[in-house]
């Protein structure tokens, strides 16, 4: 599911979204 979300939030527009998830999760 976190492959799947970190690819669909890969578009530029959603950048600045996956980059703050990808870090809180890490």
């Excluded at 530029?12 to 809180?24: H, L, N, Q, V």
């Amino acid at each position: 599911m976190l492959r799947i979300l970190f690819v669909c939030s890969g578009n530029t527009c959603r950048s600045p979204m996956a980059m703050a998830i990808y870090e809180k999760i890490s």
